[in-house]
C-alpha cells in the first residue's frame, strides 16, 4: 500500500497478512462494534493512547503529557500508551506500566518556525521526511483509541499533516486530541504563524476536541490567538496540568547530609532542562556569597541534563566553600521541590504549575527569549500574587541578594485566593475518555 507523505513523496506500508479488502487497517475495535468507555474500564478491552510529544531540547511536554497519561491510567488500569518523542533525553521520566516510546531524529526550535536537526548532519527537509514517515507508520500500525498531539495542530514544521490524514482514513474509530498550554508566545506571532503553516486548518479538519492546559481567566487562549470559529466550538479548559502527589511521602528524596544536620531553611535553584539556565545560577551564587553570614541557609542547585558540562564545571568550582550544593540530578525535582522554603527557577509551564501545586515561596526569572512564552506567564501571574520576579535584564548580584532576603523573610508569600484550578491533568484525561462516547 503506498501512503503519501506531507511533502508529496511516498513511503510503503506492508499490507497485514490475508487482508483482501484494500484497506487492511480499517477493521472493527472489537466483533460486537466499538467498545464503550466502560467496557475499557472493565478491561474488556485495554484502551490504547498514542502521545506525539515534541520537546526538542526540553523535557516539559514530555512531563506534562506523562501526567495526563497518569490520569488516563487511573481510570482505565489497563490502557496501554505508547509516546512518541523527540526529546534527547527521553524517556528521562519512570514510565508507568504498560507504557512505552519510540524515540524519533531530534529537531530543535532555533525560533518561531525555524528548526534545525540536532545531531544528524543532514538537512532538516530530509530528516522531517524521516520523522512523518516514522510518526505515520507506527500511528496505523498501532491504530490508537486516542492520539494526543501535544502543542501543534500541524507538528514541527507540518510533519503531522500526513499521518492525520491517514489515521482519519484507515483508523476512524481513533479520537485525535489536540493539547495546548496555557500560553504559546506573543498572540500576533503565533496567531500569524499557524495561519500561514496551516495550523487552524489541521485544527479544524482533524480533531475531535482541543484541550487548554490552563484557565480563560488567566490567559484566554481562544481570544488572545483569535481561534476560528470551528476550532473554537471544540476547545474546553482544563485548568492547569500538574503531578498528583498527594500520596507520595513528604520527605520521598532525601535532602544531602550535610543539609539535614542543620536547622536552615532550603532554597532550590533549577532551570528546568538546564540548557540555558546558567547564567541565573551562576548569578545565584554570586548572592548566596554576598548573604553570607548575614542570612544562613543552605541550597540546591539542580542543573538539568542539558547544561553544558563546561557550564556545570564552572557552577561546582564557584560553589566551593559556600553551603550551596551543585548536582544534575537525577530523574526530576518533585522530591526537593516539596522540601524547599523557597524556589528559584525558570518561569517553565511544568515548574511554576509544581509551584502552585504546593504552595512554593517562589523567584522567577523568565527566559527573556526568543519566544514571548515566559515573560508572558511571569508577567501575568505574578501581577496575581502568586510568586515574586525578576527580569533578567536587570538581574544583579545586589537586586539578586535583596530579592532572596525578602523571601527567605517572608515578607512577599503567594496570595493563594488567586490560584487558579491546578486539576488540569484529571480534567484532561476524563475529557478525552468522554471523547470515545461520541461517536
Same mark, same amino acid.
Given at each position: 500500500?503506498?501512503?503519501?507523505?506531507h511533502n508529496?513523496s511516498?513511503?510503503e506500508?506492508?499490507?497485514?497478512?490475508?487482508?483482501?479488502n484494500?484497506?487492511?487497517?480499517?477493521?472493527?475495535?472489537?466483533?460486537d462494534?466499538?467498545l464503550?468507555?466502560?467496557?475499557?474500564?472493565?478491561?474488556?478491552a485495554?484502551?490504547?493512547l498514542?502521545?506525539y510529544?515534541?520537546?526538542?531540547?526540553?523535557?516539559?511536554?514530555?512531563?506534562?503529557?506523562?501526567n495526563?497519561?497518569?490520569?488516563?491510567?487511573?481510570r482505565?488500569?489497563r490502557?496501554s500508551?505508547?509516546?512518541?518523542?523527540?526529546?534527547?533525553?527521553?524517556p528521562?521520566?519512570?514510565?508507568?506500566?504498560q507504557c512505552d516510546?519510540i524515540?524519533i531524529?531530534?529537531?530543535?526550535?532555533?525560533?518561531?518556525?525555524?528548526?534545525?536537526?540536532?545531531?544528524?548532519?543532514?538537512?532538516? !527537509?530530509e530528516?522531517?521526511?524521516?520523522?512523518?514517515?516514522?510518526?505515520q507508520?507506527?500511528?496505523?500500525?498501532f491504530?490508537?483509541?486516542?492520539?494526543?498531539v501535544?502543542?501543534?495542530?500541524?507538528?514541527?514544521?507540518?510533519?503531522?499533516?500526513g499521518?492525520?490524514?491517514?489515521i482519519?482514513q484507515y483508523?476512524?474509530?481513533?479520537k485525535?486530541?489536540?493539547?495546548?498550554?496555557d500560553i504559546?508566545?506573543?498572540?500576533?506571532?503565533i496567531?500569524?504563524?499557524?495561519q500561514?503553516?496551516g $495550523?487552524?486548518?489541521a485544527?479544524?479538519?482533524y480533531?475531535?476536541?482541543?484541550?487548554?492546559?490552563?484557565?480563560?481567566?488567566?490567559?484566554?487562549v481562544m481570544?488572545e490567538?483569535? =481561534?476560528?470559529?470551528?476550532?473554537?466550538?471544540k476547545?474546553?479548559?482544563c485548568?492547569?496540568?500538574c503531578r498528583?502527589?498527594?500520596k507520595?511521602k513528604?520527605?520521598?528524596?532525601?535532602?544531602?547530609? $550535610?543539609?539535614a544536620?542543620?536547622?536552615?531553611?532550603?532554597?532550590?535553584?533549577?532551570?528546568?532542562?538546564?540548557?540555558?539556565?546558567?547564567?541565573?545560577?551562576d548569578k545565584?551564587?554570586?548572592?548566596?556569597r554576598?548573604?553570607q553570614?548575614r542570612?544562613?541557609?543552605n541550597?540546591?542547585i539542580s542543573?538539568?541534563p542539558?547544561?553544558? !558540562?563546561?557550564?556545570?564545571?564552572?557552577?561546582?568550582?564557584?560553589?566551593?566553600?559556600?553551603?550551596?550544593?551543585?548536582?544534575?540530578s537525577g530523574?526530576?525535582?518533585?522530591? =526537593?521541590l516539596?522540601?524547599?522554603d523557597?524556589?528559584?527557577?525558570?518561569?517553565?509551564?511544568?515548574t511554576?504549575?509544581?509551584?502552585?501545586r504546593f504552595?512554593?515561596?517562589?523567584?522567577i526569572?523568565?527566559?527573556?527569549?526568543p519566544?514571548a512564552?515566559?515573560?508572558? #506567564?511571569t508577567?501575568i501571574m505574578?501581577?496575581r500574587?502568586?510568586?515574586?520576579?525578576?527580569?533578567?535584564?536587570?538581574?544583579t548580584t545586589?537586586?539578586?541578594?535583596?530579592?532572596?532576603a #525578602?523571601?527567605?523573610?517572608?515578607?512577599?508569600?503567594?496570595n493563594?485566593?488567586?490560584l487558579?484550578?491546578?486539576?488540569?491533568?484529571?480534567n484532561?484525561?476524563a475529557?478525552?475518555?468522554s471523547a470515545l462516547?461520541?461517536?
Amino acid at each position: 500500500m503506498i501512503v503519501p507523505m506531507h511533502n508529496n513523496s511516498t513511503t510503503e506500508i506492508g499490507l497485514e497478512a490475508g487482508a483482501g479488502n484494500g484497506e487492511p487497517w480499517r477493521r472493527p475495535l472489537s466483533d460486537d462494534g466499538p467498545l464503550t468507555l466502560d467496557a475499557r474500564k472493565n478491561g474488556k478491552a485495554p484502551l490504547k493512547l498514542l502521545i506525539y510529544s515534541q520537546d526538542g531540547f526540553g523535557l516539559g511536554h514530555l512531563r506534562r503529557n506523562l501526567n495526563i497519561g497518569l490520569q488516563i491510567k487511573k481510570r482505565c488500569p489497563r490502557a496501554s500508551i505508547l509516546i512518541i518523542a523527540d526529546s534527547p533525553q527521553a524517556p528521562f521520566f519512570k514510565l508507568p506500566p504498560q507504557c512505552d516510546f519510540i524515540k524519533i531524529p531530534t529537531i530543535v526550535k532555533v525560533d518561531t518556525g525555524i528548526w534545525r536537526p540536532d545531531r544528524l548532519p543532514m538537512h532538516y !527537509k530530509e530528516l522531517l521526511s524521516i520523522r512523518t514517515e516514522i510518526i505515520q507508520n507506527v500511528a496505523v500500525s498501532f491504530r490508537p483509541d486516542l492520539f494526543l498531539v501535544d502543542h501543534m495542530p500541524h507538528g514541527a514544521l507540518g510533519e503531522l499533516a500526513g499521518p492525520l490524514k491517514m489515521i482519519k482514513q484507515y483508523c476512524p474509530e481513533t479520537k485525535i486530541i489536540l493539547g495546548l498550554r496555557d500560553i504559546l508566545g506573543a498572540p500576533e506571532v503565533i496567531h500569524q504563524q499557524w495561519q500561514q503553516e496551516g $495550523a487552524f486548518e489541521a485544527a479544524a479538519a482533524y480533531y475531535d476536541q482541543v484541550c487548554i492546559y490552563g484557565c480563560a481567566d488567566v490567559f484566554n487562549v481562544m481570544a488572545e490567538y483569535r =481561534f476560528p470559529a470551528a476550532v473554537a466550538a471544540k476547545t474546553s479548559y482544563c485548568g492547569y496540568v500538574c503531578r498528583d502527589e498527594a500520596k507520595a511521602k513528604p520527605n520521598g528524596g532525601a535532602l544531602p547530609e $550535610a543539609f539535614a544536620q542543620t536547622r536552615e531553611k532550603f532554597v532550590l535553584v533549577t532551570g528546568g532542562g538546564g540548557a540555558d539556565a546558567s547564567y541565573f545560577m551562576d548569578k545565584f551564587i554570586d548572592a548566596v556569597r554576598a548573604l553570607q553570614p548575614r542570612i544562613a541557609f543552605n541550597a540546591l542547585i539542580s542543573t538539568g541534563p542539558f547544561m553544558h !558540562k563546561d557550564q556545570r564545571q564552572g557552577l561546582y568550582k564557584k560553589a566551593k566553600g559556600l553551603p550551596v550544593v551543585v548536582t544534575p540530578s537525577g530523574q526530576d525535582n518533585i522530591r =526537593f521541590l516539596r522540601q524547599a522554603d523557597l524556589v528559584i527557577s525558570m518561569a517553565g509551564y511544568n515548574t511554576i504549575s509544581e509551584i502552585l501545586r504546593f504552595r512554593k515561596n517562589a523567584i522567577i526569572i523568565p527566559r527573556p527569549g526568543p519566544s514571548a512564552e515566559q515573560t508572558m #506567564r511571569t508577567r501575568i501571574m505574578a501581577g496575581r500574587g502568586l510568586f515574586s520576579s525578576i527580569h533578567p535584564h536587570d538581574l544583579t548580584t545586589e537586586s539578586f541578594a535583596e530579592l532572596i532576603a #525578602r523571601q527567605l523573610r517572608g515578607e512577599d508569600g503567594m496570595n493563594e485566593d488567586e490560584l487558579p484550578n491546578l486539576s488540569g491533568a484529571a480534567n484532561a484525561a476524563a475529557l478525552m475518555l468522554s471523547a470515545l462516547e461520541a461517536h
